[in-house]
């Protein structure tokens, strides 16, 4: 989120925040203007069925923004809990802040486009989750969150790509052999 830089510019200081693992940013059912840098740490979004399981929709690592959209732009009741997955140090952003400040032409073009490519991730995510196998589902987590297997429990990674920690388990192990059988 290289370009994000000009907003995060703007009274950054003031609204860094840090938080502890576990800690929860946002909670569903709020109305919440905010939106979420991750200057340090790892935090994830995720709602939680009628039945009481978890979906996680998605993660940010250092670099990367997470908001629930339609609670922030369109003043509705927040679908996503977010909280810490590790201790954090986290821009917060207020929608009015956003509005207010004014950025050039190149600055709004630099924002549309990572805007664009965050919507390109998330449209390629549902295609994925319509179509796709789990294995390559796993592939396209890993391609996506290069850093992260190795920063959350295998039971978080099932929950973002849809499937049972023992079927993430068994695609692991087949990349794993078949990784051994090409070297």
């Known amino acids: 989120m290289e370009n994000i830089n000009e907003i995060l510019s703007l009274d950054s200081d003031e609204n860094t925040r840090h938080f502890s693992k576990g800690d929860t940013l946002q909670r569903e059912g709020e109305n919440c203007s905010k939106a979420f840098f991750v200057k340090k740490g790892l ?3 995720y709602t939680i069925d ?3 399981k978890e979906h996680i929709f998605m993660f940010a690592p250092e670099g990367w923004v997470i908001a629930d959209i339609e609670s922030q732009e369109f003043n509705q009741p ?3 809990f977010i909280d810490c997955v590790e201790e954090s140090e986290v821009i917060i952003l207020d929608r009015s802040l956003l509005i207010r400040s004014e950025l050039n032409i190149d600055q709004l073009k630099n924002n549309v486009n990572l805007l664009s490519r965050r919507v390109a991730v ?3 995510r549902v295609i994925m989750l319509m179509s796709a196998s789990a294995k390559d589902r796993y592939e396209l987590f ?3 969150y290069p850093k992260i297997p190795n920063r959350v429990p295998q039971r978080m990674i099932a929950s973002y790509l849809g499937i049972t920690p023992q ?3 068994t695609i692991r192990g087949e990349i ?3 990784n051994k059988t090409i070297l």
């Open 78 to 80: 927040a679908k996503l």
């Open 176 to 178: 794993t052999r078949k």
């Open 50 to 52: 009628d039945k009481g």
């Open 122 to 124: 998330l449209q390629r």
């Open 142 to 144: 890993l391609e996506t």
């Open 43 to 45: 935090l994830r979004s």
């Open 167 to 169: 079927a993430l388990s």
